[in-house]
């Protein structure tokens, strides 16, 4: 257990140091355990974000719901995944994998590198004597400084966010423009420029809405056939890309990835 001790720690009770912190190794592993989630997950993002750009290359299937009747569903995840490793082989399922490893490898070790920079401070035990002002003073500190980690890692981490779903999207057009990961980067502070990103950060925190919109804008009108007409619609910012989601009613176009329903818009009447 020496190795979870710091050797300029203060010495505790007993002359035993104190632990001061997560240890370089555990470090190291979480790292390694975040690479290896991100790379199991990948092939269900990329599929989410096929579908969310509104990417349906095979045709809807007939099928019946829970109540019995006739309803036409479009291809679930595996079948859609299927799709994918025909056209580009098993490999293609992780098209845009290493910028996303590294997008959320920068962001893990950002988040610790700000924790121990600006450490939180340990407030007084709240018991049931403490009134409620202190319970909530409480509550608003952890708040505010698990919101600082979160707002630097996304800011420091965007832009190889933005190369992974570029580099997914190019499955619709077959272009190869974002094959690269770090001659990229230039080009993606040069088109999103710095309000993109930290509107994509605002909005990428709250409901499933936001999140849709803020990929659908890091992928549209960037020269890639996923973002333009007739896929997508030329949008003049995230506004604009919400009301036109909403009045098609596909604010939450790709939550779900089993049982897709055709849209009301897009359906008709079977018989």
Known sequence: MAALYSPAATPGPGGRPELVGPAEGADALFVVLGAGFTALSHPLLYVKLLVQVGHEPLPPTLGRNV????????????????????????TGL???????????????????SVKKAFPLEDMEHVSNKDDMKTSLRKVMKETSHEMLMQCVSRVISHPLHVISMRCMVQFVGREVKYSGVFSS?????????????FVYIAVSMLTYPFLLVGDLMAVNNCGLRAGLPPYSPVFTSWIHCWRHLSAQGQLFRGSSLLFRRVSAAASFPID
């Open 94 to 112: 992780f098209r845009g994998l290493t910028p996303r490893i590294l997008s959320s490898t920068l962001s893990t070790i950002t988040r610790g």
């Open 185 to 197: 980067i230039s080009r993606i502070f040069k088109e999103e420029g710095i309000l993109g990103f």
């Open 67 to 90: 109540l019995g009747r006739k309803v036409l569903y479009l291809p679930g995840f595996f079948t859609y995944a299927r799709h994918i490793v025909k056209v580009d082989g098993k």
